[in-house]
C-alpha cells in the first residue's frame, strides 16, 4: 500500500473555483506558481491537497487465447480469398499433424483455386464455366472473349 499527496492550485473567479495548472508535488510549489501568474487584478487562489492511497486489491493472470481449428480455417479462408498464395500463417505450424489436416480440409472445403489464373478464392466467389472453375473476373474475361470472337 502506498499513500501519495499531492496539491492542487484553484482560482476563484466570482463563479466558483477552476483548477489551473498541474498537480504539484508541494503547497509552496504551488504558491509560487500562483505568484508568476500576477495579473494586474487581484486574485483569489485555493490550495487544496488530494490524498491518494493505492492498495493492490487483487494480483490474477488472464491465460491467452487459443484458437479453435474452426477460428484459425477462417482467419486462412479470410487471408487467402482473393490471394495467389494460401495465407497459412503462424497458427497451424503449432498444431499436431492431425490438426493440421483437419484445419486444411476446412479450408480445402471452402477455399478453391480457379482454373484459368491459378489465383485462390472463396467458393462463393468462383463459378462453373464450360466444365472450368472461374473466378468472376476469368470468367467475365472468357465471356467477353467469346463476344467479340462473334463479332
Same mark, same amino acid.
Request: charged share 30%.
Given at each position: 500500500?502506498?499513500?501519495?499527496?499531492?496539491?492542487?492550485?484553484?482560482?476563484?473567479?466570482? /463563479?466558483?473555483?477552476? #483548477?489551473?495548472?498541474?498537480?504539484?508535488?508541494?503547497?509552496?510549489?504551488?504558491?509560487?506558481?500562483? #505568484?508568476?501568474? &500576477?495579473?494586474?487584478?487581484?486574485?483569489?487562489?485555493?490550495?487544496?491537497?488530494?490524498?491518494?492511497?493505492?492498495?493492490? /486489491? @487483487?494480483?490474477?493472470?488472464?491465460?491467452?487465447?487459443?484458437?479453435?481449428?474452426?477460428?484459425?480455417?477462417?482467419?486462412?479462408?479470410?487471408?487467402?480469398?482473393?490471394?495467389?498464395?494460401?495465407?497459412?500463417?503462424?497458427?497451424?505450424?503449432? /498444431?499436431?499433424?492431425? @490438426?493440421?489436416? #483437419?484445419?486444411?480440409?476446412?479450408?480445402? #472445403?471452402?477455399?478453391?483455386?480457379?482454373?484459368?489464373?491459378?489465383?485462390?478464392?472463396?467458393?462463393?466467389?468462383?463459378? &462453373?464455366?464450360?466444365?472450368?472453375?472461374?473466378?468472376?473476373?476469368?470468367?467475365?474475361?472468357?465471356?467477353?472473349?467469346?463476344?467479340?470472337?462473334?463479332?
Amino acid at each position: 500500500m502506498s499513500t501519495t499527496i499531492t496539491y492542487q492550485l484553484y482560482r476563484d473567479s466570482g /463563479l466558483g473555483a477552476y #483548477k489551473i495548472g498541474q498537480d504539484f508535488d508541494s503547497e509552496m510549489s504551488a504558491k509560487l506558481y500562483a #505568484k508568476q501568474q &500576477q495579473s494586474t487584478v487581484e486574485e483569489y487562489y485555493e490550495i487544496r491537497s488530494q490524498i491518494i492511497t493505492t492498495t493492490t /486489491l @487483487d494480483s490474477f493472470t488472464v491465460p491467452a487465447h487459443v484458437p479453435t481449428l474452426e477460428e484459425i480455417a477462417q482467419d486462412i479462408i479470410a487471408a487467402s480469398d482473393g490471394s495467389f498464395y494460401v495465407e497459412w500463417g503462424d497458427a497451424i505450424e503449432q /498444431l499436431s499433424d492431425a @490438426d493440421r489436416s #483437419k484445419v486444411e480440409d476446412a479450408v480445402w #472445403k471452402e477455399i478453391a483455386t480457379c482454373d484459368c489464373c491459378g489465383w485462390h478464392w472463396h467458393i462463393d466467389h468462383l463459378e &462453373q464455366v464450360h466444365g472450368e472453375l472461374l473466378c468472376w473476373k476469368c470468367a467475365d474475361d472468357l465471356e467477353n472473349e467469346g463476344d467479340e470472337d462473334e463479332d
